[in-house]
């Protein structure tokens, strides 16, 4: 059986890394661990694969090599498109030039390289990358081959070889879900989810493998230099914005730190509320960017608590109204905190109303319904399920079954029902991990009725 995603992963970890150019991570560890329908699949996709490169007619080696280096050079050189855990290389774009330059049984040779990739792959996973980027590259050559009108290199190139990269990419996705589908059936919908941004990234770069074949023509050898050098400048740009990226998780990363420090007993809240309203937005349906958005927000939302006393923070038993009071106050100074952060954007709305309620009994603002933003109502439910099922100062975790009937119980009155909804299909399909039990402060605990996360008695 393939195995389960890791439960403690933040948000759902679709693929380690993608190389070229749309494959996901296809998990095969060994063939051994594989369901059996699986290796039928793998198997025929290697035995299409040869007999494709088996039949492909005499080919100019001298091109073949070139490509073929150039293959094995762009996939060291992976790409990120913007899509977290994944990458496209480039190397597709010398597949698409052998297209124009070998034909399909070429296209397929050059393909093939990919089982001398540089990056450091599982064999089966190598294995079935060069078989299935082979299959690409035939189908591809083969539409190509049908479609080209006769004569040289001129503008009635482009829309044949628009096709046959049209046809790579469907190939290749379609192969990629094949294999998911049998090994990771959970991880379709993620790849789906971030498949837009995929085939913009790689149906752009595919139009370099054109750009290489014209250049092949006239000025020969130099050619992939001459094409490829722009191109690495812009891979090294994509990667300082990535560089960048992790920058600021980490920046975040340390105000939630902070945030627990000053609490420990909500060590790990943070994180587990992002995964908790990410598990929701994946639900809905959310584009990659907002799900993206909503992580932060997840991460952030109780991040006013930095100006929140920590004695109060800390205090066993029940606050009085002013200290209740005063905790009320972390929405509206958590948005003082970060509300000048410019990529938070949509975020913001989430932290400074995660705790509204539907029915207008919330704070700060006391909006009701729709007003409340749908951040804010998605990041209510996973804090509050995290709060129920996890240990606080002056009461033990209650079980996974009584969160959720806790959240049933206050659906529609304080909470969205079609975020509460979500979150239970949700915690169905990828199920929850609760924290384990800090010490308590001390052998009699005070018994409190309710923390400022808690639902309304
Ligand atoms: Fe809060």
């Not at 393939?2 to 948000?11: H, N």
């Not at 030039?97 to 070998?102: D, N, P, Y």
């Not at 498949?195 to 074949?213: H, N, P, R, S």
Request: proline letters at 9%; a negative charge; hydrophobic letters at 50%.
């Amino acid at each position: 059986m393939a195995e389960p995603p890791e439960p403690d992963a933040p948000g759902v970890t679709l693929w380690a890394w993608l190389p070229p150019p749309l494959t996901a991570p296809v998990y095969l560890r060994i063939m051994a661990k594989l369901p059996i329908e699986a290796r039928i699949y793998v198997a025929g996709t290697v035995v299409l694969a040869c007999a494709v490169i088996a039949a492909a007619g005499p080919v100019d080696w001298g091109v073949y090599t070139m490509l073929a280096l150039l293959f094995l050079v762009c996939d060291a050189m992976p790409a990120r498109l913007g899509v977290d855990r994944a990458k496209v290389s480039m190397s597709y774009a010398a597949t698409l030039a052998a297209v124009v330059l070998l034909g399909p049984g070429g296209a397929a040779m050059v393909a093939a390289s990919a089982l001398l990739t540089p990056q450091p792959l599982p064999p089966v996973k190598r294995l079935f990358n060069a078989a299935q980027f082979a299959v690409c590259g035939w189908a591809a050559g083969l539409v190509f081959q049908g479609l080209r009108p006769a004569g040289g290199l001129d503008a009635g190139l482009i829309a044949p070889f628009a096709a046959s990269l049209g046809v790579f990419v469907v190939v290749n996705l379609a192969l990629i879900t094949g294999v998911l589908l049998l090994t990771e059936p959970s991880a379709v919908r993620d790849l789906l989810r971030e498949i837009g941004t995929l085939c913009a990234g790689c149906l752009g770069f595919g139009w370099f493998g054109l750009l290489i074949a014209a250049a092949w023509y006239v000025i020969g050898l130099a050619a992939p230099v001459l094409v490829l050098l722009p191109l690495f400048v812009a891979t090294w740009a994509m990667a300082q914005v990535a560089e960048q990226k992790a920058a600021q998780e980490a920046t975040l990363n340390v105000l939630c730190q902070a945030v627990e420090t000053k609490d420990p007993y909500t060590r790990g809240h943070s994180e587990r509320v992002s995964r908790g309203s990410v598990m929701i937005a994946e639900e809905l349906g959310l584009s990659p960017a907002r799900t993206e958005a909503i992580r932060f927000a997840g991460m952030l939302h109780d991040v006013g608590k930095l100006g929140v006393s920590t004695k109060l923070l800390q205090k066993d038993g029940r606050p009085t109204d002013r200290e209740f009071a005063e905790i009320q106050l972390h929405p509206m100074r958590g948005l003082e905190i970060v509300g000048h952060i410019d990529f938070l954007d949509e975020a913001l709305g989430g932290i400074m109303h995660h705790h509204e309620k539907l029915d207008g009994q919330g704070y700060p603002l006391g909006l009701v319904g729709a007003e409340i933003p749908e951040f804010a109502r998605i990041i209510g439910v996973a804090d509050t399920f995290d709060a129920i099922t996890s240990t606080r100062s002056y009461r033990r975790a209650r079980t996974i079954e009584e969160g959720i009937a806790e959240l049933r119980r206050c659906s529609g009155t304080e909470f969205d029902p079609v975020m509460v909804e979500a979150f239970l299909r949700a915690l169905t399909l990828k199920g929850w991990t609760q924290p384990p039990d800090p010490p308590l402060p001390s052998p009699t605990p005070i018994p409190s009725p309710r923390d400022h996360d808690d639902p309304d008695p």
